[in-house]
């Protein structure tokens, strides 16, 4: 069965503090990983694309990193902000008979920051 | 650019009660989604429409119905609301049905039966 664990469910820094945020997946076959970060009380939007070729991608103070023989990832978030404090959810694209919409949603890491 | 527009935002239904939840995309995207969410639970997959004129069952489809009114919008019926379906519902939007398109979602209704 498909499917995508996250940890830690939940998180509290420090601002100004780095953290990072785990994902490891069963999907196959692959076809790629996607962070979405979630503000309260607003939809998903994409942080960045993972493919099966990419180790490392940056977007601006987020670092996604992918091992797709451990089938494991992550999301470093430096230098955190207050606008950081959200939930961010791993999505793995691919897997046979998976969802009839190719993708397998994370329960998300409800990541505060504090001032 | 509105993206992927949901309303309404906010809903109360009394058990039993009917309601239409509406989503438009101002993308051209072909594809489109109805999903859920739940506290400590993934998004789950309501119905799809892989393209216009189509639609399809998702995963958890009991209790909803879906239309696909035209390339733009795609909207979810809740014709007899139970408290099991209180949740957050988001639309998506997607250019087409292939493996690893991304998706684009609504800002969400947060939906209370009662």
């Known amino acids: 069965k498909n499917q995508v664990e996250q940890s830690p469910q939940s998180l509290i820094i420090l601002e100004g503090k780095n953290c990072t945020l785990q994902c490891n997946y069963t999907v196959s076959p692959f076809s790629n990983l996607r962070w979405y970060k979630q503000d309260t009380g607003r939809g998903p939007v994409s942080l960045t694309i993972m493919t099966f070729s990419e180790n490392t991608k940056s977007n601006g103070r987020y670092t996604a990193t992918l091992d797709a023989d451990t089938k494991q990832s992550s999301l470093h978030i430096t230098a955190s902000q207050l606008s950081d404090s959200a939930s961010y959810i791993c999505?793995?694209?691919?897997?046979?008979?998976?969802?009839?919409?190719?993708?397998?949603f994370g329960k998300g890491t409800h990541l505060i920051i504090q001032p | 650019n509105a993206g992927v527009t949901q309303t309404p935002k906010f809903q109360v239904l009394k058990t039993g009660q009917s309601m239409t939840l509406q989503c438009a995309q101002d993308m051209n995207h072909n594809s489109m989604y109805w999903y859920r969410q739940d506290p400590g639970m993934g998004l789950r997959l309501i119905y799809y429409?892989?393209?216009?004129?189509?639609?399809d069952k998702g995963e958890v489809p009991n209790g909803y119905n879906v239309s696909r009114l035209n390339k733009r919008e795609f909207s979810l019926r809740l014709e007899s609301a139970a408290p099991s379906q209180t949740s957050v519902y988001f639309c998506a939007s997607r250019p087409d049905a292939r493996l690893g398109t991304e998706a684009f979602f609504g800002q969400g209704t947060r939906l209370t039966v009662v």
């Open positions: 429409s892989a393209s216009e004129g189509t639609t």
């Open positions: 999505v793995v694209s691919g897997g046979s008979g998976g969802g009839a919409d190719g993708l397998t």
